[in-house]
Each structure stands twice: as C-alpha cells, then as structure tokens.
C-alpha cells in the first residue's frame, strides 16, 4: 500500500513519519524506507529515530484515528467494498478548516513538550 498508493504522492523530499505497529518494522519495511527516502524517515530504526511512545505529538495518533474510526464506523460495514468507500468518503471530508484546528493542536502539544524538556506529560 505505501509503496503503490502513498509513496507515488508524496512531494520530492517528503520526510516520512512511521507508525508504531509493530508489522511496520519488519526489515523489508525497512529497507523499503532506507532505499525511498534515504536519511529522511522516522521511527525505530531509523536515522532519525522518533522520541519513543510519543502519541501527543503525532497527528495521525492524537486525531485522525479517532476521528476516522468514529465515523467509518458509525454504521453497520457490510462488505470490504462498503469499508473501503466509507473511508475515501471520511478522508473526503476532512476540510481546510479541520486542518487547521489539528496544527494548532500540534503547536500546543509542541509547546507543552518543550516548557517540560520532554518530560512525560498526559494530554487529553
């Protein structure tokens, strides 16, 4: 999926931020990752490693999972094909205005990490 779907999508010199499930670290990942985007992904394994366990401060974790899951699953899924369009349709709806919320949420979230020295801190 990230090499035939994502990657293609990506502008020149994205950096590229890894998740924490553990299928994502398998060594063909890896390789993948090191070989697309040479110095330029985080996550375990990486040169630029990320802090570890730092949920807060990933977008993808403290806001678009949740939101995804609350609305895909809203309804019954009938079908892999019903899933798929529920999905696409969500991500349809994400707006400018939504974004925006979510990177001043990032900001904040930032800011608490830095006041603290990376201390651990509970958001919610």
């Given at each position: 999926?990230?090499?035939?779907?994502?990657?293609?999508?990506?502008?020149?010199?994205?950096?590229?931020?890894?998740?924490?499930?553990?299928?994502?670290?398998?060594?063909?990942?890896?390789?993948?990752?090191?070989?697309?985007?040479?110095?330029?992904?985080?996550?375990?394994?990486?040169?630029?490693?990320?802090?570890?366990?730092?949920?807060d401060?990933?977008?993808?974790?403290?806001?678009?999972?949740?939101?995804?899951?609350?609305?895909?699953?809203?309804?019954?899924?009938?079908?892999?094909?019903?899933?798929?369009?529920?999905?696409?349709d969500?991500?349809?709806c994400?707006?400018?205005?939504?974004?925006?919320?979510?990177?001043?949420?990032l900001?904040?979230?930032?800011?608490?990490?830095?006041?603290?020295?990376?201390?651990?801190?509970?958001?919610?």
């Amino acid at each position: 999926m990230l090499q035939l779907y994502a990657v293609p999508q990506f502008p020149e010199g994205a950096i590229f931020q890894q998740d924490g499930a553990p299928p994502h670290h398998g060594n063909i990942v890896r390789e993948f990752l090191d070989t697309t985007f040479p110095q330029r992904w985080i996550g375990r394994g990486a040169v630029m490693a990320s802090p570890p366990q730092s949920p807060d401060i990933t977008p993808l974790d403290f806001y678009l999972w949740d939101y995804l899951k609350q609305h895909v699953y809203s309804e019954r899924i009938n079908d892999d094909k019903n899933l798929k369009q529920r999905i696409t349709d969500v991500i349809h709806c994400v707006t400018p205005d939504v974004l925006t919320r979510v990177w001043e949420e990032l900001d904040y979230r930032l800011d608490v990490c830095r006041a603290t020295d990376g201390a651990h801190i509970e958001l919610r």
